[in-house]
């Protein structure tokens, strides 16, 4: 893909990769003898065109950007000292969104659609990312819901309406946010997330009473005109 060429050069400076990371990724060692790659990277170009058939669904399958996130994962720390601040945030900002989708799915895990949280979920939250470190002043790419399709190759009405339904649902969960620029943005990893700590709270057999009625009078006890409704051992 295009995108996913341009993202790569990017990818590498950005975070401080050699160009040995690029070369490697489209040319592995090559045994004459078999006429076959060795010592092939995970995620690389020769790995991609191993994993995957040449035309699917008529299509050319192009490798997509979200795929050199996992080529460059060694390389995407938080705690990195050689990537810029704006992309150690994007980074720290991903991670919270990951997570926050976790928490959502095992909260909900008796009633969650997993049609809804699957492979495109994550194609389009690591797309999101890779437009966030690769974009510039000179070259801004703004995750617009037009810039992750194109980023992931969505050419089809088909294709558009699964991402299109993917967005809705994270930003219906709260997971994913859209500013009123219509440009998608992660949770913040610097920000309390109140449900999360209530939810934690609640999980905590600590802080679980041990006498659930005593504690809820004590919080809450009855009025003179309610004193009647008490069973008194009855």
Sequence with gaps: HPLATYALLQMARELGSDNRSVFKFFSPEFEE?????KNVQEYSYPWFIEHNEIV???RLKLLTTDVLLDYFQDSITEGSRS???RIRSSIANYGATLRSLKSYVIANKDTVMFDQV???VYRILKAILINEIVSNEQYPIINTKENIQFGLNAATDGE???INNRLDFLCKKAILYKNDKQVYEFRKSDIQDIGQMVIAFKQDPENHPEDVISKFFEYMPLTKDELFLEAKNY
């Design 33 to 37: 003898d078999e006429g076959t790659w």
């Design 56 to 58: 699917q669904n008529g």
């Design 83 to 85: 990537i810029l601040d």
């Design 118 to 120: 699957d492979e495109t």
């Design 160 to 162: 558009k309406e699964e």
